[in-house]
């Protein structure tokens, strides 16, 4: 069957249409995505904007035409970080569906690190032991553990990208901006991170995201142009001789490092902070980048309930 999965991200819409089976891989097909940059359309009150409504409704329609031309059989469409937080996510959501018909479920943080991490044990199956798996969003960072396919804790932390760059380095790279950026960040995981060590050492530590993916690509992994099954890893000593680089470096010259995207440029250097404090913090010397995360979850769990396992 064909199946869509509309992701509505603080930074992209991104559709995703895959031909998928029970007991098979979910193999992609189409992918139409837009830079949204839905978390720039929060304003002081914590609302979005009309601006940042309309541009959602545009896209979401443009996506259900795409999906229907395609041949889907079901959509399943969620929110993330940048509509879960606003103030006015309801009213949002109202507006969408009212003119494009589309129902959009707003995914709790947690769901958003269980689906990932469902995602990632099953691209590696059960001879990764125990997985410790870490996801970069615009608005949010994703942390789970475990032995199973359903991880034993789940956090969703307010360490996007795209959230930390507006709050803390709009103003610009100088070393005391970032020096607290830093702190800031080690700080806030670290207040949690006893429920993640407590489980135990990783037998496997991956990293999903555009962002990891984009870290991984800069210090030397291999490019998307050779396929899934490239092992890629983000090592720590790689990052730390890249940070200071990246602090000094202007947007344009970050965009023209390999694997980054120039919408995404400006906020690579406090996702690469995020990186280094989860790495650090939970004494990791590299992250496995896998090709799967949460939209793959969410398709996967799907089809788990077509055939009554979940």
Known sequence: MRLGVLDIGSNTGHLLVFDAHVGAAPMPGLSFKEPLRLAEHIDADGAMSDAGTDALTEFVAHALAQAEDKGCEQIHAFATSAVRDASNSDDVLARVRERTGAEIEVLPGEDEARLTFLAVRRWFGWSSGLLAVFDIGGGSLEIACGADESPQVAQSLPLGAGRLTRQHLAGGLDEDRVRELRRVVRAEIARDAGEVLRVGAPDHAVATSKTFRSLARICGAAPSAEGPMVRRVLAAADLETWL????????????????????????????????????????????????????????????????GVR
């Open 244 to 307: 200071p680089k990246l602090a000094t470096m202007t947007r344009d010259e970050i965009a023209a490092l390999p694997g980054v995207s120039p919408e995404r440029a400006h906020q690579v250097l406090a996702g690469g902070l995020v990186a280094s404090a989860v790495m650090d913090l939970f004494e990791l010397s590299e992250l496995e980048i896998c090709p799967w995360a949460l939209r793959e979850g969410v398709v996967l769990e799907r089809l788990d309930q077509l055939r």
